[in-house]
């Protein structure tokens, strides 16, 4: 059973560019989330996928984010003019879904804005 | 609105110590799960342990033992003989119910180093 994978697993980009991030869950995981940590901190839900069905957004998701799940499989999260701020390690986790089911994460993408 | 905090932001000991990392929980639900994961410098979070608030039944897995109490809202990880690999940033994480997703709430982290 793979786990929880990201890619990239680093990015550079300059100020005001747009990038893309890929999640792939662990296979037959109806539930997909996003979250986003800075240094020191811990993670803080964006987002979240149920199959394909975003249900939940985040206050800190502004409207330069979005993220989808075709067909209920992988994930990508794009972030549009980025901004310094935007700098923070995006991490996806997945579980099979019902409550308190424990989340498994991915090695997370690490973003560096110029 | 629900919080986790762990108040201490890092601990040091030497190895072979015991070292308890403390977690003290808010939440309005009745009903919620603890978690407690792992983030070692590699940074993949790594889930240990799942604890519903109905479930009050202290645990201990190998060196790893957990103590949860509801009345003081306290969810308690102990480490006995610490050891090197243990070194790493540790996250308390409440759960609210199914209605919201079962979204993670983390406090803010206890990081650990074990000295040799």
């Known amino acids: 059973d793979t786990g929880v994978s990201q890619d990239p697993r680093h990015k550079i980009t300059k100020r005001g560019q747009n990038v893309t991030f890929r999640c792939d869950p662990i296979?037959?995981?109806?539930?997909l989330y996003w979250y986003r940590q800075t240094l020191g901190q811990g993670p803080e839900f964006l987002t979240y996928f149920q199959n394909e069905a975003q249900l939940e957004k985040s206050r800190l998701l502004s409207d330069r984010f979005s993220a989808e799940r075709p067909k209920g499989s992988f994930s990508t999260l794009e972030i549009q003019r980025t901004e310094q701020g935007d700098s923070a390690m995006y991490l996806c986790?997945?579980?099979?879904?019902?409550?308190?089911?424990?989340?498994?994460f991915g090695d997370g993408t690490r973003l560096s804005i110029l | 609105a629900q919080k986790v905090t762990q108040a201490q932001t890092e601990i040091s000991v030497v190895e072979k110590e015991d070292v308890t990392l403390d977690c003290v929980y808010e939440?309005?639900?009745?009903?919620?799960?603890l978690f407690w994961y792992k983030q070692p410098p590699s940074g993949e979070l790594v889930f240990l342990i799942r604890r519903n608030s109905f479930d009050e039944q202290n645990e201990i897995s190998g060196r790893y033992s957990w103590n949860f109490q509801k009345s003081t809202s306290s969810f308690n990880f102990t480490i006995t003989a610490s050891q090197v690999v243990d070194s790493a940033v540790y996250f308390c994480a409440l759960s609210d119910t199914e209605t919201s997703g079962s979204r993670l709430t983390f406090g803010e982290g206890t990081q650990l180093t074990v000295n040799p």
């Open positions: 939440t309005r639900d009745t009903t919620y799960y």
């Open positions: 296979s037959e995981h109806n539930r």
């Open positions: 986790a997945s579980n099979p879904g019902g409550g308190g089911q424990p989340q498994h």
